[in-house]
């Protein structure tokens, strides 16, 4: 039977066993080879302390023609926000008077002057 590398005998993939110093120097390599599949072992002092590893990758299309609401959705969809439950009413928007005098904004204006 021929060997193949990075193969056990049961036809696994095998882990990659790297230390501290050869990840640090060489992080992007590593994290490539994760990307690709790989499982990476990383000992300190020649004993195993983490694992790294590709994480699951979300297939999940949202079709939205808002930008702004597929992004949200994208979002929600990876937990990292959470959307609201019913559609915000917008109200018109309407300068703010002070008894009938100047608008606040004009005042805001000439207190920068």
Do not use: W
Not at 4 to 23: F, I, K, P, R
Not at 40 to 46: F, K, S
Not at 53 to 62: D, G, H, L, S
Not at 70 to 79: N, V
């Amino acid at each position: 039977m021929r060997r193949v590398e990075g193969v056990d005998d049961a036809g696994y993939a095998s882990s990659m066993n790297v230390g501290m110093g050869e990840l640090k120097s060489r992080l992007g390599h590593y994290l490539r080879l994760a990307c690709a599949g790989e499982h990476i072992v990383i000992c300190m002092r020649g004993v195993p302390v983490a694992e790294l590893r590709a994480t699951p990758r979300r297939t999940r299309r949202i079709s939205s023609k808002d930008p702004d609401k597929a992004a949200l959705e994208k979002l929600a969809a990876e937990g990292l926000v959470t959307l609201g439950r019913r559609p915000r009413r917008r109200r018109p928007f309407r300068p703010i008077r002070i008894r009938g005098k100047k608008l606040v904004s004009q005042m805001v204006i000439e207190d920068r002057d």
